[in-house]
């Protein structure tokens, strides 16, 4: 069974680059038809697609959020990462991995989570 763990801090200032692993265990982030995902969840507000990285190492990121945000991988480490650049206190959430079946938009359709870190955007 594939467990996904989140770390990173829980508290960046604003201005600053939010950076954020997620470590697999129990399958591969290479293995077809995968997809690894990062949301988050904003107080009091809907969970949301931040973007996704496929199994052949493909992303896809969410329009709004494009222009300051990365998504990459090592393999090797069989982890994948979250860059999210000069964030502001809208940026504060909890911060989920997930895996799913297809590269989606759609937070639904990821079936594998971790657990969530909490990231705090303040000086």
């Known amino acids: 069974q594939v467990q996904l763990q989140e770390s990173g801090p829980g508290l960046v200032k604003p201005s600053q680059t939010l950076s954020l692993t997620c470590t697999v265990s129990?399958?591969?982030?290479?293995?077809?038809?995968?997809?690894w995902a990062w949301l988050r969840q904003p107080p009091g507000k809907a969970r949301e697609w931040i973007g996704h990285i496929g199994y052949a190492g493909n992303t896809n990121i969410r329009p709004s959020l494009k222009s300051r945000t990365s998504i990459s991988r090592d393999t090797s480490k069989n982890q994948f990462s979250l860059q999210l650049s000069s964030v502001t206190p809208e940026d504060t959430a909890v911060y989920y991995c997930?895996?799913?079946?297809?590269?989606?938009?759609?937070?639904?359709?990821?079936?594998?989570w971790g657990q969530g870190i909490q990231v705090t955007v303040s000086s």
């Open positions: 129990g399958g591969s982030i290479t293995i077809d038809p995968y997809y």
């Open positions: 997930a895996r799913g079946n297809f590269g989606t938009s759609d937070a639904h359709l990821y079936t594998s």
